[in-house]
Structures are given as C-alpha cells and as structure tokens.
C-alpha cells in the first residue's frame, strides 16, 4: 500500500547491512537511487537519512557522516541527512556542529554501547540542542553489543536537554509500552495498563518516538486497541519511520510497507494519521 498523503520516513540509511535471515545470507547494498526508488512506490515525499557512529557496528556499513553529506546533497528537497561522530570521541561534539554547518539536519542514529546519561553521550545531545536540531537515539535494554542502554535514565537526559527535540526508538523503548515489560526483546500479547513510554510521553513534550524496525511495529502491532488509544493520545509526539534497507521478515523495511499497512489498518482519524506520517516530522525538522 501506498502512504494515504504525502509520507516522510523519519528513519533511513543507504549503505550496506548485513542479513541475519536464514534465507537470505550475506549482505544487502542500497544507494541513493535504491532509497529514491523505495519512497516512490510507497508514496514517501521526504526521508531523514541516518548516519551511524564510525566503527560503532560490524553489521551495518552504513554511508554516515561527510560521506552521506556529499551523497544527498543533490536530492536535497527529498533526502535529510542526519549525522552522528562516535561519541568516544573527544573532538565529537565540534565535530557535529561543523557538520551541521555543512548541511547536516540532526543528530543520530545514535547507537554505541554507552548508557544513555553517560556524559559522552550527553555531551552530544546538548551540542544538537544547542544547535535547536533533533537527535534520533536507539535504545535497547543491554548493556548489549553497540547499543544505548538504560531507559531508566532517559528521564534524567530529559532534565539535563530541557529544549532537545529528542527522538527515541528501539526495543529498550518500545517495550516499556506495557506496565509489565518482561524481559523480551520483541514481547508479544496484549499491553497490559500503562508503561515508562506513556509516563515519560505526557510530562516531557519534546519527547517523541519512532515507530521504526520490529520494535515501533511489534508494540503496536500485539496489541491493535492499545495501538489505537496510543495513538489517538500521543498523534503529536509520534513519526513514522521504517529503518530501510534494513531485512524484516517480509524481506525489507520500506519496501515491505509494513509500517504503512499497520497505520493504515488502525482506523485512526485522518488528523492523526496526517501527523504521524508528516506533519510530527515537519515539525522536527523546521
Ligand atoms: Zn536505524
């Protein structure tokens, strides 16, 4: 299915990741023709293009930084390019306010093994709130491989970045959607009350997430009636996003329109859906 108005994807990369499917081994390349390609059958108007930290993840040698400027730069209407150093770093938070000088429109994907208040981590949120741009941050329960970890500090960040437009996503995130999270990455069955993610929504509004990957799509997907009554409260602080070219289980991302066939399906009022496939974006980008 095509998007129901003009789309914009909050969460792309171009570049190579690898399969973890049994049926398809190796690894996937897309450029910016192959992203070009995805958003025009789909009916996305505009899609943020995400870097990744340099040397952050063996499994995605995604086109980030400088090289992702040069690379949208002549799809700039269409392509948003995100930048994001290794918050490792010393010299990263000066090196992102001069990529933002040079084009870049936001912070992320941020994603290196760090906890998420961890001052290297925090350092580069400020210089993005500095700058008034969005930064985007993968959470994910760990500490675990290359991710953020510690949603349960993620309220402190909100206190230390009072102004940041903080975009947040992953498993970490999504799965504290339930009162009771357990400990799956990916829970399945009903939501039951209330969780974290309701909490943090109502008292932080420059909070907003990304229902990008299986994470976005599995909290909303378990459970239709909680997805609808989540949706309908929190239509101003939620983006589409998908996380192309990354492999689902239907093949890929974007491609697949599974996150446009989940929207679509919720019976949600059309202000809402027109928020969360565009204008929530436009906002964080303006
Ligand atoms: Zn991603």
Redesign the pocket.
């Given at each position: 299915m095509k998007a129901s108005v003009p789309a914009v994807d909050f969460?792309?990369?171009i570049g190579e990741v690898k399969s973890f499917s049994p049926r398809l081994k190796g690894w996937v390349r897309v450029g910016v023709e192959d992203l070009l390609s995805y958003m025009g059958e789909r009916g996305v108007e505009r899609a943020v293009v995400?870097s990744?930290p340099p040397d952050s993840d063996p499994y995605?040698k995604?086109v980030s930084n400088r090289r992702l400027l040069e690379a949208v730069e002549p799809h700039a209407g269409r392509l948003v390019p995100f930048c994001c150093p290794n918050p490792l770093n010393a010299r990263a938070a000066s090196l992102f306010k001069r990529m933002v000088g040079e084009g870049c429109r936001g912070l992320g994907?941020l994603?290196v093994q760090l906890r998420i208040d961890d001052p290297r981590v925090v350092r580069l949120l400020k210089a993005a709130e500095s700058l008034g741009v969005p930064a985007l941050v993968?959470i994910e329960e760990g500490p675990l491989f290359n991710y953020c970890y510690g949603v349960d500090k993620l309220e402190d960040v909100l206190k230390l970045a009072p102004d940041l437009k903080l975009v947040v996503?992953g498993p970490g995130w999504w799965r504290h959607v339930s009162a009771e999270p357990g400990t799956e990455a990916y829970p399945k069955g009903p939501v039951k009350g209330e969780g974290l993610v309701h909490r943090l929504l109502r008292r932080y509004d420059n909070l907003y997430a990304d229902i990008?990957?299986s994470s976005g799509l599995n909290a909303l997907a378990r459970d239709p009636e909680h997805a609808r009554r989540f949706l309908e409260e929190f239509q101003d602080r939620v983006v589409f996003?998908t996380?192309f070219p990354?492999l689902s289980e239907e093949g890929q991302f974007g491609s697949d329109g599974a996150h446009l066939r989940l929207i679509g399906g919720l019976q949600l009022p059309e202000r809402a859906v027109r928020k969360i496939l565009r204008e929530n974006a436009e906002k964080l980008l303006a």
């Open positions: 969460h792309t990369h995400l990744l995605a995604v994907e994603k993968h996503h990008s990957a996003g996380d990354c």
